[in-house]
């Protein structure tokens, strides 16, 4: 009996000093930002955003599936699958795994595989305005399931399904200033892990004006400042315990203002 209570006992505190020496070593960036340079900018915010207590899958159906974006706060609970991204953790389980990344331009010409710890060490960094879409190399989608398993089985995506489709997830890591030029697709949640994701985004017919090799940064710095009231997006900045929905066919762009890992789950 004395034997159990000290073996509970020691279990228990082995876990708690793994969890204080993860959250020492780490804070609440999960060891990604480290010295790196974020981006201040998060703009301004004009998407509904809601806690999802506030919102039944009625209304979401009603009042945003087809409609427009929304952004949903504290309807996941990640917290497993937040410690799992640790940036020690997902070195531990994955380093020599093999990652594909993609150029980041609205076309993603070039594939390229890596080794998950020479991501990390050499490519993962803060992307300057000057770089090309095409020249920028992305760690966003293709992952390998098989490999990955274990991790993408503790995710919990949001719960409200859009009816007729199935749920696909795409995981990436990226620096701060990095992010993907405008393009659409299906309808689909994006959630960010660790880091703030900026967010911008135009109904289906009204294709905004970029070039499809520069980066979303570029747009930014160039397009972006000049529009009239009537060009501007709908636009908002997301941390995690937030996950913003964008439905069918809406164009947008996204950029990284810290390093960020992050999960969408696109509804094929
Ligand atoms: C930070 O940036 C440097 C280069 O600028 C890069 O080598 C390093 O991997 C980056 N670290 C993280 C955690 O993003
Ligand atoms: C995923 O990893 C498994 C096991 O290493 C490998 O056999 C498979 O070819 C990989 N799949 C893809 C799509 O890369
Ligand atoms: C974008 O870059 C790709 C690959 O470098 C190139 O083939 C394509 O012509 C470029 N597109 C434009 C519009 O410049």
């Given at each position: 009996m004395g034997r159990k209570v000290t073996c509970i006992f020691l279990s228990v505190l082995s876990a708690w000093l793994l969890v204080a020496r993860e959250s020492a070593l780490f804070g609440d960036d999960g060891g990604w930002s480290s010295g790196n340079h974020s981006l201040r900018d998060e703009g301004p915010c004009n998407i509904d955003v809601i806690?999802?207590?506030?919102?039944t899958y009625a209304q979401f159906l009603q009042?945003?599936?087809?409609?427009k974006p929304v952004i949903l706060r504290?309807?996941?609970?990640?917290k497993r699958f937040r410690f799992l991204c640790s940036k020690y953790n997902l070195l531990r389980e994955y380093r020599d795994k093999t990652v594909r990344l993609s150029t980041a331009n609205t076309h993603s010409y070039r594939k390229v595989d890596v080794l998950f710890d020479e991501f990390v060490e050499y490519l993962l960094r803060p992307q300057s305005a000057g770089t090309l879409g095409s020249e920028t190399l992305y760690f966003f989608g293709d992952n390998n399931f098989t490999e990955w398993e274990a991790l993408f089985d503790e995710y919990h995506a949001p719960p409200y399904k859009i009816p007729h489709t199935n749920p696909a997830y795409s995981f990436g890591i990226a620096g701060p200033g990095t992010g993907v030029p405008f393009h659409w697709h299906g309808p689909g949640y994006s959630e960010v892990i660790y880091g703030r994701k900026r967010w911008f985004l135009y109904p289906p017919d009204e294709e905004p004006e970029f070039?499809?090799?520069?980066?979303t940064l570029t747009w930014v710095r160039d397009a972006y400042s000049s529009l009239g009231i009537q060009q501007r997006p709908l636009e908002c900045t997301i941390r995690p315990g937030e996950v913003l929905y964008f439905p069918d066919r809406w164009w947008h762009a996204t950029l990284n203002l810290d390093t960020s890992v992050f999960i969408s789950t696109f509804l094929g």
């Open positions: 806690h999802y207590t506030s919102l009042q945003y599936a087809y409609v504290g309807i996941t609970d990640n070039h499809p090799n520069h980066t």
